[in-house]
């Protein structure tokens, strides 16, 4: 299904008022402190993150999966919801594919329903972190870092297929992440699972195309519990610097150690040219793909300072390719990834609120005070109206999870797919 461009315009009419006075009061305040509105609501109309397909279904853990109905069985079906969200929002304008869980065969037919809905192909993903049905080798005990040559061969050799599928779909980038690493002390040694994966990723990085980029994502643990090979950002740089200038470190913040400085950790790569992929999730303890905001919204608008400084004064540094990357496990999938789109743009409007000139000149006072104040000004601004207008303006909904509810769209996914259609991801 596609939404209803005259429904979403009467949803929007019954708030148009509403909105209009908010927006009203905001511009003016902001105009006088010198904001230039015009600008700032084009920025956050300009923003765009990638849905990725595996976040379409119902998650799980490993006790237990709740489905909520009517989920995307094909990658037709995921395109389109995809689709809701952006003409919802419309700051979803991009699909992030996993493969295998994505198989794709008409490739003509599935770019001509992503242009129909508005979307372009981000970053591809491999797998290589579980078995697939009829595979030579076995990934228990590691891909990329693998003490067996062939099991190492044939994680390299699929990274190449997922780059040959991305190029027919146009995608310019391969996110790569490893679940290897060791499960017990001894059971591995670190060297040589390290340098193992340099030499992989090398040999990957050879076959990509000169207008691709690679992504190399890292995590301290999980789903091994006792030593990840790319445990941190540290070990992902430098693994991006030994394969060239196509390689870039992903930043993802679930997946870091409790209380991390993610936000120096972003303000160092952008600084090194070296920040090439984002993924936005929130988490209490861990990897815990919770709806982004809903845990650290702070934290995640310190982030967003760092990353629009880093934007503005880092041309060393490419654009980042931004992603939601996050699994669901009580909520409607659509409904959580339009809360975590708004929780972004929130913190992004926010970051560009800040007088960066009179923080520069605060901090050269060393007025400590003075610092704060002005960043936590601008976080407790409550910038919303922006959102709303830069939607607004794009043809998007005011209040898109009203809309959603009000279109009564999964209802539609439920009548149209049937209750019992599963999705693949995790
Ligand atoms: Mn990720």
Redesign the pocket.
């Known amino acids: 299904m596609q939404v209803n461009k005259e429904q979403l315009l009467a949803n929007n009419n019954s708030y148009r008022q509403t909105h209009e006075s908010s927006f009203d009061f905001l511009a003016n305040t902001l105009s006088k402190q010198g904001v230039n509105i015009k600008n700032t609501v084009q920025r956050l109309a300009d923003f765009q993150v990638a849905i990725p397909s595996w976040a379409l279904g119902a998650g799980g853990t490993r006790f237990g999966r709740f489905s909520y109905y009517g989920e995307p069985s094909t990658l037709e079906q995921k395109i389109e919801d995809v689709g809701i969200i952006h003409s919802l929002t419309k700051t979803a304008g991009a699909i992030s594919l996993h493969i295998p869980w994505d198989v794709l065969e008409d490739y003509n037919a599935i770019k001509e329903l992503a242009v129909s809905n508005d979307l372009v192909f981000d970053a591809v993903n491999s797998n290589t972190f579980q078995d697939q049905k009829g595979a030579k080798e076995s990934y228990k005990f590691g891909s990329l870092s693998n003490v067996n040559k062939a099991v190492r061969d044939q994680a390299v050799g699929h990274n190449i297929d997922v780059v040959e599928i991305g190029k027919k779909l146009g995608s310019k980038s391969l996110?790569v992440?490893l679940a290897d690493g060791s499960n017990f002390p001894g059971q591995s040694n670190f060297q040589t699972a390290l340098q193992h994966t340099e030499d992989s990723l090398k040999e990957i990085y050879k076959e990509l195309p000169i207008d691709w980029k690679m992504f190399i994502?890292y995590k301290p643990y999980e789903p091994n519990f006792y030593s990840t090979v790319i445990q941190d950002w540290g070990t992902s740089f430098m693994l991006a610097n030994a394969c060239g200038d196509k390689a870039y470190t992903?930043v993802?913040l679930?997946?870091h150690l409790p209380n991390t400085n993610i936000e120096q950790i972003v303000s160092t790569l952008m600084m090194k040219g070296k920040l090439g992929g984002f993924?936005f999730?929130d988490s209490k303890y861990g990897d815990d793909d919770s709806t982004v905001g809903s845990v650290k919204p702070y934290a995640l608008f310190l982030i967003f300072n760092e990353l629009v400084y880093g934007m503005k004064n880092n041309p060393q540094n490419p654009y980042p390719a931004w992603?939601i990357?996050a699994s669901h496990n009580i909520k409607d999938p659509l409904e959580d990834l339009i809360q975590s789109l708004e929780a972004i743009q929130e913190a992004y409007a926010k970051a560009l609120l800040i007088d960066q000139e009179m923080l520069r000149s605060a901090q050269l006072d060393n007025d400590v005070v003075l610092c704060q104040e002005i960043l936590q000004n601008a976080y407790r601004t409550d910038v919303r109206p922006l959102l709303r207008q830069a939607r607004l303006n794009s043809g998007g909904a005011l209040d898109p999870i009203k809309a959603y509810r009000s279109m009564k769209v999964r209802q539609k996914l439920i009548d149209e797919r049937g209750k019992n259609a599963v999705a693949s991801g995790l």
């Open positions: 996110t992440w994502e992903l993802d679930g997946h993924h999730n992603m990357d």
